[in-house]
């Protein structure tokens, strides 16, 4: 079993609907991303949390929202998707602790297409 | 602000050619390097990383030199194999344990 784990790989929906992305981890680490990648674009990131309570902004979180559930759990939401929210959505965890560096360690990925 | 640059691809190559793949960044302070990649169909994940000026990392026959005074990383494999197609990320991490930001990528295509 994959140690970053994200529901649903694919999905697709209609503009206005309300999406959620989910992401659970078995690694033990306390930090966890989300980005979202697009063609040409890279990676760019949406929110971070570096424990339960604590949720920072990243780059581009306009039209999303976030919410730690527990240490191992990070869901992000769409509200009211719209057609420039097609992409590819990676969830990630890091411990600066255990690596001493905080590398990335990522999911599979969820596509999503807003119709 | 912190930033990665790569070179724009792709990077069309022959099985056993050499690669070089250019990777330069803004940062203030010391950060940390590291290229990713990511196969078809997957996540990303670590290749090499380095955490100060001079280091080495290296793997899988991939190798990148931190190289402060011109603020550069580049990725090099003396021989690429069909199987290294991908998409190469370069990223850096500002400071300890800060979000990694990345660059646009850069896919490597490799044929036989």
């Known amino acids: 079993d994959a140690d970053v784990t994200q529901t649903p790989r694919n999905r697709i929906t209609k503009t206005g609907k309300r999406i959620m992305l989910e992401c659970s981890q078995t690694k033990g680490h306390d930090r966890m991303y989300w980005y979202r990648q697009d063609p040409g674009l890279g990676l760019r990131l949406i929110y971070y949390s570096f424990d339960v309570k604590d949720i920072n902004k990243g780059e581009i979180s306009d039209g999303y929202s976030v919410s730690r559930q527990a240490q191992a759990k990070f869901s992000l939401s769409l509200e009211s998707a719209i057609p420039n929210q097609t992409a590819l959505y990676f969830c990630?965890?890091?411990?600066?602790?255990?690596?001493?560096?905080?590398?990335?360690?990522f999911g599979e990925g969820s596509r999503l297409t807003v119709l | 602000g912190n930033s990665v640059t790569q070179m724009e691809g792709p990077v069309t190559l022959s099985e056993e050619a050499f690669l070089t793949i250019n990777c330069t960044y803004t940062a203030t302070g010391y950060p940390s390097l590291f290229w990713y990649v990511q196969y078809p169909g997957e996540g990303l994940q670590l290749l090499l990383k380095a955490t100060k000026a001079d280091d080495k990392g290296s793997n899988k026959g991939f190798e990148a030199t931190y190289r402060k005074e011109t603020t550069s990383f580049h990725l090099e494999k003396g021989s690429v194999q069909v199987s290294d197609s991908a998409v190469y990320f370069c990223a850096l991490s500002a400071q300890a344990g800060t979000a990694l930001i990345f660059g646009k990528g850069t896919t490597l295509s490799v044929s036989s």
């Open positions: 990630a965890t890091s411990d600066l602790i255990r690596t001493g560096t905080g590398e990335l360690f």
